[in-house]
C-alpha cells in the first residue's frame, strides 16, 4: 500500500486542545478531510498525551499515556496510522514511539502500567503518528489539492508559523530531513506547499519555527506577550496579511496575546491569525462558519468576505 | 558583557536611520552576549570560536551541548545571521531600513527567550529547556 493510500483513513487523535480552545481547528481539519474524501476515525476513549505538565513531573508517565492513545488505535481499532493535528500531541506521541523503541526503561515503565490499566501493551512500530500537514500532503499532495480548489486564496499574503513543537527535537522524527518530498526541520515548508497550491502567496517569515511563549502563558504571561508581540510584528513587516498556524497552543497564544499586547503595552498588530485548515477549507469552497471562523478570537470574517472567501 | 536590562534596551531602540552596518554590528554583538549570559549560567566559559564565521553560531552550538532543547533557538540565530548579512552586503538597498528592523525583531526574540529561561527566581515553569538551570539553582539553595 502507497503512503498516499494508507494516509486516507487515518485514527485521528484531536487531544485535549482541540476539544476546547482549539475548536475550530477540530471543526476545520473534519471539514476538510471531508470535502477531501479521507477518512478520520477517532480513537476510541482518548485520553491526554500528558502535555508539558506532565512531562515536567515525570516523562515516562508521559510515554505511558502517549503510548496509550497508540496502543487503543493499534490494538482495539486495527488502525496504522494516527494523525495529531495539534503540535504538543504530535509531538508527544513521536516522543514515545522514540522513547520505546531506544530506551528500555521507557518500555518497562509502559509495559507495567499498561497492564496496571488493563490494556494491550503499545510494542514501538505499530502505527506511525503523522501531522495533519503531513496527511494532506501526502494523501492528496499539491497537485490535487489544486485541482479542488474552488475560491483561491490568490492575493492573501500568508506568514506560516509552524512554532517550536513541530521539528523539535529532530531525533524524534526520523522522516523529516529526507531530501527532496521531506518535510525540513530547520526550515518546514509543508503548510507552504499545501496553502501556495490554494493560491496563497507565502512571505519570507524569519520566526516561522521561533517560541511562542505558550508553555509559560500562565505562570509568566507578560513575556508570553512580548514574544507573541515579537511574532505579530515580524509577520507584519514581512508583509503578510495573515498568520497561518497548525498548533492550537500557538493559535490561542497568538489570538490572546495580541489583544493583551494592546491592553497591557498598548500596541496594535493588525493581522488575521488563521488555522492552515480554515483557510484550505475556505479555498475548498467551504464557508467561513462551516471551517469555524466565528469561533476564533481575532476576528477575520470582514477580510475574509472582502477576499470572497467564506 | 552588558546586562539583559542593557541589552533589553539595545533590542527595543528603534532602528537608526543613518550607520546601519554600526546598528547591525551592535545588534549581532548584543544577541552574542545574550547566550553568553546562557553560557555562563550553566558554569562554562563563551566560547571565542566561530562556526561558518559567526560566532554566534558557535555560542549557540556550546549552549546547545547536553541541552538539546536550547535548539529551540537556532533557527532564530540562524536568521540573526542571515539578516546581518542581508543588512551588512547590501548597505544601500531600499529596503535597509525594514532589513535592519526585522535582524532587531528576530534578536530580540533570541532575548526574550533565553531572557526568560535565566529568571529562575518566581518564574516557575518557563519551559522544558529550563529545567535543568532551574534544578540545578534549586539544589544549590540552603
Known sequence: MTTKDKYKKVAYYPGCALEGSGHSYNRSTKAVGKALGLDLVEVKNWNCCGAMEVKNIDPKIQTYLSSRVMSTAANEMDMDVVMAPCNGCYHNLKKAEYDLANDTESAEVVDRLSKKAGHKTYESGQVETIHALDWIKEAIGEDGLAARVKNSLSGIKVANYYGCMYTRPRHIFPEKDQGPGSESTSKPHFMDDLLAAAGAENVDFPLKTACCGGAHTLSDSDMSTKLVLNILKAAKLSGADVIATECPTCHSGLEMHQIRAEKTLGETVDIKILYFTQLLGMALGLKAKKVGVHENINDSIKFLKERGLG | ?142
Open chain 2, 1 to 142: 558583557m552588558r546586562t539583559l536590562a542593557e541589552l533589553e534596551a539595545v533590542f527595543d531602540s528603534p532602528p537608526p536611520t543613518a550607520d546601519i552596518l554600526a546598528a547591525a554590528e551592535d545588534l549581532l554583538r548584543a544577541s552574542e552576549e545574550v547566550i553568553e549570559h546562557w553560557v555562563t549560567a550553566r558554569g562554562e566559559v563563551p566560547t571565542e570560536d566561530q562556526r561558518e564565521g559567526f560566532r554566534l553560531l558557535a555560542l549557540h552550538r556550546q549552549g546547545a551541548k547536553g541541552d538539546p532543547s536550547f535548539n529551540a533557538c537556532r533557527e532564530t540565530c540562524r536568521e540573526v545571521v542571515y539578516h546581518y548579512n542581508l543588512v551588512t552586503l547590501e548597505p544601500e538597498h531600499s529596503d535597509i531600513t525594514d532589513r535592519l528592523y526585522m535582524m532587531g525583531l528576530v534578536s530580540k526574540h533570541l532575548y526574550l527567550f533565553i531572557s526568560g529561561k535565566l529568571q529562575v527566581a518566581g518564574l516557575g515553569e518557563f519551559c522544558c529547556s529550563s529545567k535543568p538551570i532551574r534544578s540545578a539553582s534549586e539544589s544549590q539553595q540552603p
